[in-house]
């Protein structure tokens, strides 16, 4: 496999985990719309360093931790929809100034290790993620499995990081743009839409949890 190959083949994964539209993806706009782009590529970020973990454990074969990730799904997807509800929460509760006139807005705009953390701790927390990168790898020709080197397999990393990392900064230029010109009434409207469809996410994952065990409590 030619590294261009690789390079490509791992920011086409990224993209795919990146792009469709979640709670990270919410929260990106939301911030971005809220406190400029930096902030909301910031956030990105951290979703794309969760996504090369994953990518780094199926591409190195790390199959212990494969393992044990799988092991501890249920307690990982019930700290993941916990922590999406709570975000949620505070993110429809969140004052509608975009541009810190108020002391809780300007902290949260200018805290950007708590953006990038809050993003990857919900980008680790969803253990779905692992499993589509081990069929992503699988179909790239069995590099997960141990067949490519680790250099072949470093290079689909990176890659993997740089197409999430080259979403999030598309995505959060494109909505920076409008930035300042978001009003206080129209910003108390994305921060409700979106705390309600990130609190409507993690609702998701607790109430397929509940009904997967108490499936399992009447067999």
């Given at each position: 496999?030619?590294?261009?190959?690789?390079?490509?083949?791992?920011?086409?994964?990224?993209l795919v985990a990146a792009v469709p539209i979640g709670p990270v993806n919410l929260i990106c706009i939301r911030r971005s719309?809220?406190?400029?782009?930096?902030?909301?590529?910031?956030?990105?970020?951290?979703?794309?360093?969760?996504?090369?973990?994953?990518?780094?454990?199926?591409?190195?074969?790390?199959?212990?931790?494969?393992?044990?990730?799988?092991?501890?799904?249920?307690?990982?997807?019930?700290?993941?929809?916990?922590?999406?509800?709570?975000?949620?929460?505070?993110?429809?509760?969140?004052?509608?100034?975009?541009?810190?006139?108020?002391?809780?807005?300007?902290?949260?705009?200018?805290?950007?290790?708590?953006?990038?953390?809050?993003?990857?701790?919900?980008?680790?927390?969803?253990?779905?993620?692992?499993?589509?990168?081990?069929?992503?790898?699988?179909?790239?020709?069995?590099?997960?499995?141990?067949?490519?080197?680790?250099?072949?397999a470093g290079f689909v990393v990176a890659g993997v990081v740089g197409g999430s990392a080259g979403w999030w900064l598309a995505?959060?230029?494109?909505?920076?743009?409008?930035?300042?010109?978001?009003?206080?009434?129209?910003?108390?409207?994305?921060?409700?839409?979106?705390?309600?469809?990130?609190?409507?996410?993690?609702?998701?994952?607790?109430?397929?949890?509940?009904?997967?065990?108490?499936?399992?409590?009447?067999?």
């Open positions: 496999m030619t590294i261009l190959y690789l390079i490509l083949s791992g920011v086409v994964m990224g719309f809220a406190f400029g782009p930096l902030n909301g590529f910031v956030s990105g970020l951290g979703a794309a360093l969760g996504d090369g973990i994953f990518a780094a454990i199926m591409g190195f074969g790390l199959t212990w931790i494969a393992q044990m990730i799988e092991g501890y799904a249920t307690i990982i997807e019930l700290i993941g929809g916990a922590l999406m509800v709570w975000m949620g929460f505070r993110t429809f509760g969140s004052p509608p100034v975009p541009r810190g006139v108020d002391d809780r807005a300007d902290s949260e705009g200018t805290n950007l290790f708590r953006a990038i953390m809050s993003t990857f701790a919900l980008t680790v927390t969803n253990p779905v993620t692992l499993l589509s990168f081990g069929v992503m790898f699988a179909g790239l020709g069995g590099l997960a499995g141990g067949a490519g080197d680790y250099g072949d995505l959060t230029t494109v909505i920076g743009l409008f930035h300042t010109r978001i009003d206080e009434k129209a910003m108390r409207l994305i921060n409700r839409i979106c705390g309600v469809l990130v609190m409507v996410c993690g609702l998701v994952v607790l109430v397929h949890l509940s009904l997967k065990y108490a499936g399992l409590a009447l067999s």
